[in-house]
């Protein structure tokens, strides 16, 4: 099971969060959700028993997650939510070959595309374009009031190679408090490689996260982690 996607979006004065993760090889699916204020509003989920059965290694997987989070993210951005009904359809089977379900669409917009529509758009028109991939170098560990080691590595999404020059930030974010603290910044080396150590706070209440940024001309991905005790 690989590092979800985790990304807020402010859209018409409200804040949608999208979150995107690896259900693991014995569930093979890739599942987004965006919700707010704790209500979901659409759900993504697809199957990957072909990358499974070809035995795939887990660049594979994450390069299909970070696309998936990639489109629902831009369609976020652009819209796509404020014509939903605010229904979530059932939960199809495990024997759908492929599992999408989304909110109904209002009929008196039927000449416009869907969400579901306009995220297969972008997935079709992003075949064969390279786009940037963040992966964790080491197993992280983020706890509150101690010293951590940060690593992670920036490839292309095609050949999987590594991308010197990459801008990193890591950010401390809490529930507990609107200030976001800069925990490192920097630039991926020649083997498109960022390290640093970095002091996380003492916890404050609420529920934190560091959030690991890399932004370069192929574009922007993030991984984020829980702060535990």
Do not use: W
């Not at 014509?83 to 979530?88: Q, T």
């Not at 669409?105 to 039927?110: L, V």
């Not at 101690?146 to 920036?154: C, F, L, P, R």
């Not at 408090?177 to 916890?203: C, K, M, N």
């Amino acid at each position: 099971m690989l590092t979800g996607y985790n990304t807020d979006i402010q859209h018409s004065g409200t804040t949608y969060h999208v979150q995107t993760e690896d259900k693991g090889r014995e569930n093979p699916l890739v599942e987004s959700l965006v919700y707010t204020s704790g209500e979901i509003l659409y759900t993504r989920r697809t199957p990957y028993h072909d990358l499974v059965e070809q035995d795939v290694d887990k660049e594979a997987i994450a390069s299909l997650m970070e696309r998936q989070h990639r489109a629902i993210v831009d369609a976020v951005q652009n819209g796509g939510l404020e014509r939903l009904s605010g229904r979530v359809e059932p939960a199809p089977s495990a024997d759908d070959t492929t599992i999408i379900h989304s909110i109904a669409d209002d009929p008196g917009d039927q000449e416009e595309p869907s969400l579901d529509q306009v995220i297969l758009d972008y997935l079709e028109s992003q075949r064969g374009q390279a786009h940037l991939i963040l992966q964790a170098a080491i197993d992280h560990d983020f706890c509150y009031d101690g010293q951590t080691e940060i690593s992670v590595t920036a490839v292309d999404s095609l050949a999987h190679e590594p991308q010197t020059g990459v801008a990193i930030s890591v950010l401390f974010k809490s529930t507990a408090e609107p200030r976001r603290l800069v925990l490192a910044e920097g630039t991926t080396d020649d083997d498109g490689r960022f390290s640093a150590q970095a002091e996380i706070p003492s916890y404050s209440g609420g529920t934190s996260a560091v959030v690991i940024t890399a932004k370069s001309v192929l574009g922007r991905s993030e991984m984020k982690h829980l702060v535990h005790k």
